[in-house]
């Protein structure tokens, strides 16, 4: 039996995707590094520190630790510059309704991000109440892949992981939850998150009875 929902944020419950590559590719420019749109969905789903090293392979470039730190320190302040502009228009279509949908079955909602930034987005979107648990970058170290973020935010509702369903819209984070043991919900495109359960385009139209039924 599902008893608990844990969401990934970007390209799931908001899309600050945009924002992440605005950032990274003013970054990677500064570091002498060509960067587009095809070499930033390598980073979906990666932490700051993955998509860093990621960036310097694909240029072919080295950092000290202390440049290291001072390029991801300026990467997330050109980020921030874009979110504290951020408000409730940016939640995807569909989402509002179908988190009520869930609350009213009963079940507990969690947020898994990688992003450090989670609580800020959530509260500049006016979702923070949603949640009955905000797992992000600043409480787990293990990247997706890994179930670390997962199988916190079932720790953290005191649920079992295999009561949980995940919905996310990256192929690391369905590998994660697949680790985690958890049902999982692709958010996107059916030829890229296939090792999901299944996939939905959007939330639109959806509530989690029909996400249930499907899981049977």
């Given at each position: 039996?599902?008893?608990?929902?844990?969401?990934?944020?970007?390209?799931?419950?908001?899309?600050?995707a945009r924002?992440?590559?605005?950032a990274?590719k003013?970054?990677a420019e500064?570091?002498?590094?060509?960067?587009?749109e095809?070499?930033?969905?390598a980073?979906?789903?990666?932490?700051?520190?993955e998509?860093?090293?990621?960036?310097?392979?694909?240029?072919?470039?080295?950092?000290?630790?202390?440049?290291?730190?001072?390029?991801?320190?300026r990467k997330?302040?050109?980020?921030?510059?874009h979110i504290?502009k951020?408000?409730?228009?940016?939640i995807?279509p569909?989402?509002?309704?179908?988190?009520?949908?869930?609350?009213?079955r009963?079940?507990?909602?969690a947020l898994?991000?990688?992003?450090?930034n989670?609580?800020l987005?959530?509260?500049?979107?006016?979702?923070?109440d949603?949640?009955?648990?905000i797992?992000?970058?600043n409480?787990?170290?293990?990247?997706?892949?890994?179930?670390?973020?997962?199988?916190c935010?079932?720790?953290e509702?005191?649920?079992?992981?295999q009561?949980?369903v995940?919905?996310?819209?990256?192929?690391?984070?369905?590998?994660?939850a697949?680790?985690?043991?958890?049902?999982?919900?692709g958010?996107?495109?059916?030829?890229?998150?296939?090792q999901?359960?299944?996939?939905?385009?959007?939330?639109?139209?959806?509530?989690i009875?029909?996400?249930?039924?499907?899981?049977?």
């Amino acid at each position: 039996m599902k008893t608990a929902c844990i969401f990934d944020l970007d390209g799931v419950i908001v899309d600050t995707a945009r924002y992440h590559y605005l950032a990274w590719k003013r970054l990677a420019e500064s570091l002498g590094v060509g960067f587009s749109e095809h070499d930033n969905e390598a980073l979906k789903g990666v932490s700051r520190i993955e998509s860093l090293k990621l960036i310097l392979k694909l240029g072919g470039k080295e950092l000290s630790a202390e440049e290291f730190d001072a390029a991801l320190a300026r990467k997330n302040a050109w980020y921030l510059e874009h979110i504290h502009k951020i408000g409730p228009e940016e939640i995807l279509p569909g989402v509002i309704e179908f988190l009520q949908s869930v609350r009213a079955r009963g079940m507990k909602i969690a947020l898994g991000s990688a992003s450090k930034n989670a609580l800020l987005i959530l509260q500049q979107i006016g979702l923070r109440d949603h949640f009955d648990a905000i797992v992000d970058g600043n409480k787990v170290s293990l990247a997706k892949p890994d179930p670390e973020v997962f199988l916190c935010a079932a720790r953290e509702l005191n649920v079992p992981p295999q009561a949980c369903v995940v919905f996310e819209d990256a192929v690391s984070g369905v590998q994660a939850a697949c680790a985690a043991q958890m049902a999982v919900v692709g958010i996107g495109h059916a030829q890229v998150l296939h090792q999901a359960d299944f996939v939905l385009p959007n939330f639109l139209g959806m509530d989690i009875a029909a996400v249930l039924a499907k899981l049977k």
